[in-house]
């Protein structure tokens, strides 16, 4: 590439999914490319020195070809290290990623929608009609700030029945325009804040029928009417599906709450499709696994409230992704070692030879 004075290869082998979202970490220090395992993913480990800018401005991601790879640079970074996550094209075959840097003047080409399978930011204003369909809006303030979270303020519904998701239900619901593929997993940041009694809600992600009814919800709520009561929930189906309103239907699901940390949390959520297998991660534990019965036909942001309470002061939901998932991801089979465009090197990867000018 042309502007820049390094590149660092990384060899993979082939995963079952043509596209696929790597995990990587750039570190400005000296050490050796290794792969760590968490969370049933593989994150690779670049080591660069002071060789890249410490806004990371000038890491770009190419493939053995020099074809430019989409990705994003999560927004936590220090002068130490980066987060990214690049778009690998074609990875249902080996192949060599090439990480770039050492170009003073470059800026970042970070791009959240280019890297994963959707995404979304929640900018202020009304969510996207090319992305997100409306399905039933209700008493409750949908509003949205500008920092990135789906923030459901205020309003009330009348009767005294649970609420998720349901067209004839009163609340606020958007579902995604994105094609699931048969295996992926949705990630988001959940958080609920109430500093008052006698406020309720609830609200988080779902995956539904084309009927809307729920297969898996989670999400976080508060069910105290009289003391704030925070917990982080999971619905999903065990029999034959009804929708999820009132107790006398709750035999047709499995319910799980936990207890929140605090009145107002963030935590991360995960919910994870693999063919008919379904896994729920919150803050980082497992808490479900099951076999889902129905096929997904949507993916849906759901709020509600109970009764004719209040709604709380906010339900969160931030950071909404979908990435593609492998029960086999790539698996990094040699890292470096680092290169200078123009030169000649004879880099071993595995068993075969290639030659790098």
């Known amino acids: 590439m042309q502007g820049y004075t390094y590149f660092f290869p990384i060899a993979y082998s082939a995963t079952d999914q043509v596209t696929y979202q790597q995990d990587m970490v750039i570190h400005r220090s000296e050490g050796e490319g290794h792969q760590e395992e968490r969370s049933g993913l593989k994150i690779w480990h670049v080591y660069v020195g002071n060789r890249c800018k410490s806004d990371y401005g000038d890491i770009r991601f190419t493939n053995a070809s020099g074809n430019a790879l989409a990705y994003y640079l999560w927004p936590d970074y220090d002068a130490e290290s980066a987060r990214f996550c690049v778009r690998l094209e074609g990875a249902d075959a080996a192949g060599v990623l090439q990480v770039w840097y050492g170009n003073p003047t470059a800026t970042t080409t970070s791009d959240k929608a280019a890297t994963f399978l959707f995404s979304e930011e929640f900018p202020t204003g009304a969510l996207n009609t090319d992305r997100w369909t409306e399905d039933a809006v209700g008493s409750i303030t949908d509003t949205r700030t500008g920092d990135g979270m789906n923030k459901i303020t205020g309003g009330t519904v009348s009767g005294s029945s649970y609420w998720i998701y349901d067209t004839s239900d009163t609340g606020n619901q958007h579902h995604a325009k994105v094609a699931l593929p048969a295996s992926y997993t949705i990630e988001w940041e959940n958080s609920l804040s109430n500093t008052a009694a006698n406020m309720m809600g609830q609200g988080g992600v779902a995956l539904l029928t084309s009927a809307n009814k729920i297969i898996v919800y989670a999400g976080h709520g508060d069910w105290n009417g009289t003391a704030f009561n925070s917990v982080r929930e999971i619905v999903h189906e065990t029999g034959s599906l009804a929708r999820y309103n009132g107790y006398t239907q709750r035999s047709s699901f499995t319910y799980t709450t936990q207890k929140a940390a605090a009145n107002s949390e963030t935590v991360p959520y995960r919910i994870r499709v693999h063919d008919n297998n379904v896994a729920?991660?919150?803050?980082?534990?497992?808490?479900?696994?099951?076999?889902?019965?129905?096929?997904?036909?949507?993916?849906?942001?759901?709020?509600?409230?109970?009764?004719?309470?209040?709604?709380?002061?906010?339900?969160?939901?931030?950071?909404?992704?979908?990435?593609?998932?492998?029960?086999?991801?790539?698996?990094?089979?040699?890292?470096?070692?680092?290169?200078?465009?123009?030169?000649?090197?004879?880099?071993?990867?595995?068993?075969?030879?290639?030659m790098v000018i």
């Open 280 to 354: 729920v991660t919150i803050n980082n534990e497992l808490a479900v696994t099951f076999t889902k019965a129905t096929a997904v036909a949507k993916m849906a942001i759901v709020v509600g409230t109970y009764g004719s309470y209040p709604f709380v002061d906010h339900i969160g939901i931030s950071n909404l992704r979908v990435r593609a998932y492998s029960a086999t991801p790539p698996a990094a089979t040699a890292f470096g070692p680092e290169q200078v465009p123009g030169t000649l090197h004879h880099v071993v990867f595995g068993s075969a030879n290639m």
